[in-house]
């Protein structure tokens, strides 16, 4: 089993991304092999702008996966380190929380969007795959 944590931009394009991206993103969600991991910091980043939005189908997608996820719920942990490593590696604030997370929920690999160009590379708390690559 694959311990893989997304992105948000990876469970943005499963939901409602362009058909490319959107095929991609639905591949890997639909793989068996895989135990998904997510945090609140995660779910922050994409369920209430759904829920504004009164997007159902996205929404429910959402509740879906975060339903099926293996969560870290230690908020003070991840900050900590995500702290840490933001400061380390020159990472964004929510790449740092996403990562940390990740980091410590023993994740195999961290699925995003950005392209291997951005900061997110930098880090080596976990492997970092691109999507699209």
């Given at each position: 089993?694959?311990?893989?944590?997304?992105?948000s931009?990876?469970l943005?394009?499963?939901a409602?991304?362009?058909?490319a991206e959107?095929?991609?993103?639905?591949?890997?969600?639909?793989?068996?092999?895989?135990?998904?991991?997510?945090?609140?910091?995660?779910h922050?980043?994409?369920?209430?702008?759904?829920?504004?939005?009164k997007?159902?189908?996205?929404e429910?997608f959402y509740?879906?996966?975060?339903?099926?996820?293996?969560w870290?719920?230690?908020?003070?942990?991840?900050?900590?380190?995500?702290q840490?490593?933001c400061?380390?590696?020159?990472?964004?604030?929510?790449?740092?929380?996403?990562?940390?997370?990740?980091?410590?929920l023993?994740a195999?690999e961290?699925?995003?969007?950005?392209k291997?160009?951005?900061?997110?590379?930098r880090?080596?708390?976990?492997?970092?795959?691109y999507l699209?690559?």
């Amino acid at each position: 089993m694959i311990r893989t944590f997304f992105d948000s931009g990876v469970l943005i394009a499963g939901a409602k991304g362009v058909p490319a991206e959107r095929t991609k993103a639905l591949a890997m969600l639909r793989d068996p092999g895989r135990q998904f991991l997510t945090s609140p910091f995660l779910h922050l980043e994409v369920v209430p702008k759904a829920v504004f939005n009164k997007n159902r189908l996205e929404e429910r997608f959402y509740e879906i996966y975060f339903r099926n996820a293996e969560w870290f719920h230690d908020s003070n942990a991840i900050v900590e380190l995500a702290q840490k490593e933001c400061a380390r590696s020159g990472l964004n604030a929510m790449d740092g929380l996403h990562v940390a997370a990740a980091h410590l929920l023993r994740a195999d690999e961290f699925v995003t969007t950005e392209k291997p160009t951005k900061s997110i590379y930098r880090s080596t708390l976990v492997k970092i795959a691109y999507l699209f690559g």
